[in-house]
Antibody, heavy 120, light 107 residues
Framework: EVQLLESGGGLVQPGGSLRLSCVAS????????MHWVRQAPGKGLEWVSG????????YYADSVKGRFTISRDNTKNTLYVQMYSLRAEDAAVYYC?????????????WGQGTLVTVSS | DVQMTQSPSFVSASVGDRVTITCRAS??????LAWYQQKPGKAPKLLIY???NLQSGVPSRFSGSESGTDFTLTISSLQPEDFATYYC?????????FGGGTKVEIK
């Protein structure tokens, strides 16, 4: 059974940093690109960042480019996003998501999400 | 960036109704369009991929179609468990983008 378990969310002050993790199980993690998608309270879904299966390719939304860094450790089956210079508008539930087996960037499995609150 | 314009934003419907939701892409995305269902407090669930392919385990009352840059999700006979918010998502190019969502509520 595929499982994605996010952690690392919490309360952080504006300008602060936070690292989210997503531990994967039930599939060959190193074979799939992975992504982060967020959802601000009461709002829609927003793609944040993606990383290729090997980690050699990374992609970012303009809203986080230069402030967030996505990475993965295929030996630990873990996806990360390091978030710097956090702003109020970064407050959201952050989901990690696995791409479909065919490799196209549709997401067939999602984690339960981890909540990031940015407030002083 | 590809903008995804989803409509309507809200649908009030009854059990057994046929419901249609549309997404229009601002430029060509071939068939790289997915539909998701999200219930309150839960992660999204993939329903349709590549515009018209039903994800494994999804009931056949859900279907997807395309015409150029217009994509449609149809629920042929709405069931109580289908009341949720639905999103489209283009997977043709980065940045990946979602539609604004359609909330399907009970009439």
């Amino acid at each position: 059974e595929v499982q994605l378990l996010e952690s690392g969310g919490g309360l952080v002050q504006p300008g602060g940093s936070l690292r989210l993790s997503c531990v994967a199980s039930g599939f060959t993690f190193s074979a799939f690109a992975m992504h982060w998608v967020r959802q601000a309270p009461g709002k829609g879904l927003e793609w944040v960042s993606g990383i290729s299966a090997s980690g050699g390719g990374t992609y970012y939304a303009d809203s986080v480019k230069g402030r967030f860094t996505i990475s993965r450790d295929n030996t630990k089956n873990t996806l990360y996003v390091q978030m710097y210079s956090l702003r109020a508008e970064d407050a959201a539930v952050y989901y990690c998501a696995k791409v479909r087996t065919d490799g196209y960037n549709n997401f067939d499995y999602w984690g339960q999400g981890t909540l990031v609150t940015v407030s002083s | 960036d590809v903008q995804m314009t989803q409509s309507p934003s809200f649908v009030s419907a009854s059990v057994g109704d046929r419901v249609t939701i549309t997404c229009r892409a601002s430029q060509g995305i071939r068939s790289w369009l997915a539909w998701y269902q999200q219930k309150p407090g839960k992660a999204p669930k993939l329903l349709i991929y590549a515009a018209s392919n039903l994800q494994s385990g999804v009931p056949s009352r859900f279907s997807g179609s395309e015409s150029g840059t217009d994509f449609t999700l149809t629920i042929s006979s709405l069931q109580p468990e289908d009341f949720a918010t639905y999103y489209c998502q283009q997977a043709n190019s980065y940045p990946l983008t979602f539609g604004g969502g359609t909330k399907v509520e009970i009439k």
